[in-house]
């Protein structure tokens, strides 16, 4: 289960593939982080990508291994997308938390999935997802391009196309990204990008 947690102003996408997993791109503002270092923290089998948003993060992170710890099982993605909504909802009342989440799983009874969480706790399984400034560039990309029968180097190709549009259009463009993949095989990285100008749009 990939799950991204990032501030409102930061863009970050996941498109389902052919093969039952999700590619997923983020940025990432820090100059100073050498290549391959993405701030990341684990989820169950989760990787949990945040910037500013640690405490939800690591609320969630705890909450989800303790109930595998006191429960012998894990959660499957849906239920750790609920829990998170609920947490969000309650927090929204108190103390709100003002992140956007993309959470991609797989689970092997329902194969993959990818729910998108906004700052309001809205919970919402979609196929591709988008958010922050640079959704405004990479939707209207996903809408013309994305198929439900993509393969992943097609998927991959898909968000190259979204970073650059992202780069070419965004006045503040970041200039990392991190893409990657959750499927049958695990959450990884695929590539760290510094300079994408080779997708074809």
Same mark, same amino acid.
């Given at each position: 289960?990939?799950?991204?947690?990032?501030?409102?102003?930061?863009?970050?996408?996941?498109?389902?593939?052919?093969?039952?997993?999700?590619?997923?791109?983020?940025?990432?503002?820090?100059?100073?982080?050498?290549?391959?270092?993405?701030?990341?923290?684990?989820?169950?089998?989760? /990787?949990?990508?945040?910037?500013?948003?640690?405490?939800?993060?690591?609320?969630?992170?705890?909450?989800?291994?303790?109930?595998?710890?006191?429960?012998?099982?894990?959660?499957?993605?849906?239920?750790?997308?609920?829990?998170?909504?609920?947490?969000?909802?309650?927090?929204? /009342?108190?103390?709100?938390?003002?992140?956007?989440?993309?959470?991609?799983?797989?689970?092997?009874?329902?194969?993959?999935?990818?729910?998108?969480?906004?700052?309001?706790?809205?919970?919402?399984?979609?196929?591709?997802?988008?958010?922050?400034?640079?959704?405004?560039?990479?939707?209207?990309?996903? $809408?013309?391009?994305?198929?439900?029968?993509?393969?992943?180097?097609?998927?991959?190709?898909?968000?190259?196309?979204?970073?650059?549009?992202? /780069?070419?259009?965004?006045?503040?463009?970041?200039?990392?990204?991190?893409?990657?993949?959750?499927?049958? $095989?695990?959450?990884?990285?695929?590539?760290?990008?510094?300079?994408?100008?080779?997708?074809?749009?």
């Amino acid at each position: 289960m990939l799950t991204q947690l990032s501030t409102n102003q930061d863009p970050g996408e996941g498109i389902r593939d052919r093969s039952g997993g999700y590619i997923g791109g983020s940025q990432h503002h820090a100059p100073q982080k050498q290549r391959g270092q993405d701030h990341a923290s684990r989820l169950s089998q989760a /990787r949990c990508c945040q910037r500013r948003a640690r405490r939800p993060v690591e609320y969630v992170q705890k909450n989800v291994s303790l109930y595998k710890f006191r429960n012998g099982i894990p959660l499957t993605t849906a239920a750790a997308a609920n829990f998170t909504r609920g947490e969000l909802a309650t927090a929204l /009342r108190k103390n709100p938390y003002s992140v956007n989440i993309l959470m991609a799983g797989y689970d092997n009874e329902s194969g993959a999935s990818l729910y998108y969480i906004d700052y309001i706790a809205t919970l919402h399984k979609v196929d591709k997802g988008a958010f922050g400034y640079g959704s405004y560039f990479s939707l209207s990309t996903m $809408d013309w391009h994305y198929r439900s029968d993509m393969s992943v180097e097609e998927a991959i190709e898909l968000v190259d196309k979204c970073i650059l549009e992202i /780069r070419s259009r965004l006045v503040v463009a970041p200039p990392n990204f991190v893409i990657k993949i959750v499927d049958k $095989d695990g959450a990884r990285d695929y590539a760290w990008l510094q300079d994408v100008t080779t997708a074809a749009v």
